[in-house]
């Protein structure tokens, strides 16, 4: 978060975080949510070392941990309206969403349409061109 919030200050424009503090306070709490409860399983060193430990079963071990992850976003945000995560402007809360619900889908199999309110903004998400540009596969140094 520390970089984010530098980003933010330093480019307010467009903003990534908004105006109103108890919006503000909401966007940064899922981010939190993401950072510090699903990010986490999802690295690579923690999957090895699972992996290591559970006779190849990392995955398996994860999966439950970020769907339970998923289902708190979903709480979080299910009353929540707009094309993204809260509301029609992009904020830090879909930039930290995406990476984790494409990975939650890709690597884990998870089936995003159990997330409604996650699925939809996701959805949104991927018509963004910046979103697009910025996937895993668009990367120079992708591989497959």
């Known amino acids: 978060m520390p970089i984010c919030e530098y980003l933010e200050e330093t480019y307010p424009e467009p903003g ?3 105006k109103d503090p108890i919006r503000k306070a909401r966007v940064r709490a899922f981010c939190e949510m993401v950072n510090s409860g699903m990010q986490p399983l999802q690295n690579l060193k ?37 094309k993204y995560t809260f509301g029609d402007q992009v904020t830090l809360a879909d930039v930290f969403l995406i990476p984790q619900a494409l990975s939650a889908q890709a690597r884990f199999g998870i ?8 699925a939809e903004v996701v959805k949104n998400l991927n018509e ?17």
């Open 16 to 18: 990534l975080l908004p």
């Open 46 to 82: 923690v999957l090895q070392r699972i992996e290591s430990e559970y006779h190849g079963k990392g995955a398996e071990w994860a999966k439950p941990w970020i769907a339970d992850g998923l289902r708190a976003l979903e709480a979080f945000i299910s009353k929540e309206t707009g």
């Open 111 to 118: 089936d995003l349409n159990d997330y409604p309110r996650i």
């Open 128 to 144: 963004l061109p910046e979103f697009e540009a910025a996937k895993p596969q668009n990367q120079p140094d992708f591989e497959a």
